[in-house]
């Protein structure tokens, strides 16, 4: 298994740190360096990256070779845990390029892109849809139809206990309410009838 691990789970950030080392196995001096990129793969034949070129520093004394890079959640939301693979681009001042430097990875903790839980919920003479909890990835957005029996329509909308009917769309007889997932939130109507 890989010697190099990241764990980065949800809502957290890691620093990943790599030793660069030259075609003999020993660091790299980097003293020299103007920028170093980190990209990662699902396999070392790829060419398709989960990640590409995200930018890093050297880490400590530049002699040692060690650089670090910033591991986001965001930057892997799709990638399970297991092994994977990464290279690095380093360019020096003169602009000379080291390129690519490539080995193995294991993500330790589960970073898939995070969920949230809209539950919906109606009172009598009118209808929600959809109702109950429903799972939103983070930052999509998810369309509720609110429809009403004959002769009734909507007395209160709330999202979160907050007045919202300001946000409903008319169509068709009905409204619409989009809400964007930012967390997990709770939306309610109550009908009233026909004036």
Same mark, same amino acid.
């Given at each position: 298994?890989? @010697?190099?691990?990241? /764990?980065?789970?949800?809502?957290?950030? #890691?620093?990943?740190? =790599?030793?660069? !080392?030259?075609?003999?196995?020993?660091? =790299?001096?980097?003293? &020299?360096?103007?920028?170093?990129?980190?990209?990662?793969?699902?396999?070392?034949?790829?060419?398709?990256? +989960?990640?590409?070129?995200?930018?890093?520093?050297?880490?400590?004394?530049?002699?040692?070779?060690?650089?670090?890079?910033? +591991?986001?959640?965001?930057?892997?939301? @799709?990638?399970?845990?297991?092994?994977?693979?990464?290279?690095?681009? =380093?360019?020096?001042?003169?602009?000379? !390029?080291?390129?690519?430097?490539?080995? #193995?990875?294991?993500?330790?903790?589960?970073?898939?892109?995070?969920?949230?839980?809209?539950?919906? /919920?109606?009172?009598?003479?009118?209808?929600?849809?959809?109702?109950?909890?429903? &799972?939103?990835?983070?930052?999509?957005?998810?369309?509720?139809?609110?429809?009403?029996?004959?002769?009734?329509?909507?007395?209160?909308? =709330?999202?979160?206990?907050?007045?919202? /009917?300001?946000?409903?769309?008319?169509?068709?007889? /009905?409204?619409?309410? $989009?809400?964007?997932?930012?967390?997990?939130? $709770?939306?309610?109507?109550?009908?009233?009838? &026909?004036?």
């Amino acid at each position: 298994m890989a @010697e190099n691990k990241i /764990s980065c789970p949800r809502g957290d950030t #890691r620093i990943i740190t =790599l030793t660069v !080392k030259d075609a003999n196995g020993d660091a =790299l001096d980097l003293t &020299s360096i103007s920028t170093v990129y980190l990209s990662i793969k699902a396999a070392k034949e790829d060419s398709a990256y +989960i990640v590409k070129k995200k930018e890093g520093a050297v880490e400590g004394d530049p002699i040692l070779g060690i650089v670090a890079f910033e +591991i986001l959640p965001a930057d892997l939301e @799709e990638v399970a845990v297991g092994e994977w693979w990464y290279d690095i681009e =380093l360019t020096f001042n003169d602009g000379t !390029k080291y390129t690519p430097i490539i080995d #193995r990875f294991e993500v330790l903790a589960d970073i898939t892109r995070l969920t949230y839980t809209i539950t919906a /919920s109606t009172g009598a003479n009118g209808a929600i849809n959809p109702t109950g909890a429903v &799972s939103v990835e983070s930052g999509a957005d998810k369309v509720f139809t609110i429809t009403p029996d004959a002769g009734y329509e909507v007395d209160t909308f =709330l999202v979160d206990d907050v007045d919202a /009917s300001g946000d409903l769309v008319a169509q068709n007889g /009905s409204w619409v309410y $989009t809400h964007t997932a930012i967390a997990d939130t $709770t939306v309610a109507v109550a009908w009233k009838a &026909s004036a």
